[in-house]
């Protein structure tokens, strides 16, 4: 349980991170908050030779008002994003998952973009980005582009990002007038990776959902955007038959899996538990 | 590319005390404060950052000691269970813990204590459900959590009554 033997490097700018990137190929890895790096590397799962540690890049840190949109710097720590008052504001979806991510010593460390480059399948914040068409911004040799979530989040940890890339930032549309947030997850214990969870974003007209957003995590391999039960609930109003609709569309929509944790029928029947809460949550009046 | 570990030189304060070593960049935090310092309190259980014994303060805020490498500390400061417990201000939280039997081996209590600070000084008045969140990353395989949660329960409202 201790990790094989590697060199260590701290540099203090991006430019630093590709030169080192391009040196050492995939014998390199980026270590962030280390709450997923380091328990793979102390089960030897993994054994870079080389640990690029960017804690020392103070401005991939922070969040910032971009006029329709929020930054959030791909280093910013779980805590500072949980107790943010800009977050909460202008993308609460973010806000409700956070306390269902680890606990508070992993949050003190863990980072946004950490999360977003594991991209763990049973991971809150990928499904998040996905419900909010969150865009992640990656910085290589050639430059930075832009990737929406949807696109980013390829097969099973792996991500549109290649080994010579990093994570800089990552931008979320803020929240329109009429539009509401939802979240929940099933886990065996707080703060565990969910067995199934659920992130959820609506207009909401009275009791009637459009432009419905239900991103599913821990039910596939990546997030899994519902289009089937999405379509089911457009311009409706929430009520026994509509969730029913909705309900039933998730076998099209879902192929969940049997683990340690859990089988494919009860996560298959979580999802469906979920989409209720979610639906009658979304259209509560306040 | 060569095989040849680089050591790093550290300089950091444990508990108000300087302390500079050259270390490999394997070593990691808890492992550091208990081999190189022998500062033994801070515990090892599952070494992937499940149990929660091997919490300790850095710079302020609590981490898990075996997710952090030593040489990430480099500069920054470091308070154990040892410091903590020396400073004088868990007294309260020793004693009720003591008193509502809130250890019994006590392999997880330096976790639970670095944990609980950091909680009460979050939240000075937390709801036993709260107390229980808090905690959900501190696993105790001995006491089934209710004598823990009495402890802290307590000591906030001696605290809040003080
Ligand atoms: C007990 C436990 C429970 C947990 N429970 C949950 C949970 O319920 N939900 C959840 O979402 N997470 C959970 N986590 C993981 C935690 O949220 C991590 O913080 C997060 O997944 C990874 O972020 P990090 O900053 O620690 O990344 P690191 O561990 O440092 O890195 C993770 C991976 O991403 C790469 N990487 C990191 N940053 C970048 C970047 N900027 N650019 C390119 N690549 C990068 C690294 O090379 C590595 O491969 C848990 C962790 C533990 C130990
Ligand atoms: S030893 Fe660090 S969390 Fe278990
Ligand atoms: S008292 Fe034994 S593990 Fe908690």
Known sequence: ?286 | MTNEIEQIPVALTVNGEKVSKLIEPRLSLVDFLRNELELTGSHIGCEHGVCGACTVRVNGEIVRGCLMLAVQANGGEVETIEGASDSGKIDDLQKAFHERNALQCGFCTPGMLMTTTELLATNPDPSREEIREYLSGNYCRCTGYEAIVDAIETVAQERKGA
Do not use: W
């Open chain 1, 1 to 286: 349980m201790k990790p094989a033997a590697f060199n260590y490097a701290k540099p203090s700018s991006v430019e630093e991170v590709l030169g080192l990137l391009s040196e050492y190929g995939d014998e390199a890895t980026i270590l962030a908050g280390g709450q997923s790096l380091i328990p793979t590397m102390n089960m030897r799962l993994s054994a870079p030779a080389l640990v690029i540690d960017i804690n020392g890049l103070d401005n991939l840190n922070g969040i910032s008002d971009e006029g329709d949109r929020l930054r959030i710097g791909a280093l910013t720590r779980h805590v500072e994003i949980e107790n943010s008052e800009l977050i909460a504001s202008h993308a609460p979806l973010i806000t409700l998952a956070m306390p269902s991510i680890a606990h508070p010593a992993i949050r003190n460390r863990g980072t946004f973009g950490g999360s977003v480059a594991m991209a763990d399948p049973a991971a809150e914040l990928p499904a998040c980005l996905c419900a909010l068409d969150g865009e992640i911004e990656i910085t290589g040799q050639n430059g930075v582009r832009k990737v929406v979530a949807k696109d980013f989040f390829k097969e099973l940890y792996e991500t549109d990002a290649g080994d010579g890339e990093i994570l800089t930032a990552i931008e979320i549309p803020k929240i329109s007038a009429g539009y509401r947030s939802a979240f929940d997850e099933l886990a065996r214990r707080h703060g565990d990776y969910a067995m199934c969870g659920i992130a959820a974003h609506a207009k909401v007209d009275r009791d009637v959902l459009s432009d419905l957003r239900l991103a599913f995590f821990a039910v596939g391999g990546t997030p899994v955007i519902a289009t089937q039960a999405m379509s089911a609930m457009e311009g409706k109003s929430v009520d026994d038959e509509s969730i029913f609709a909705a309900q039933s569309a998730l076998e099209d929509d879902l192929e969940p899996f049997d683990d340690l944790h859990c089988s494919a029928t009860l996560r298959m029947h979580y999802a469906k538990e979920l989409t209720k809460r979610m639906l009658t949550t979304l259209s509560a009046r306040n």
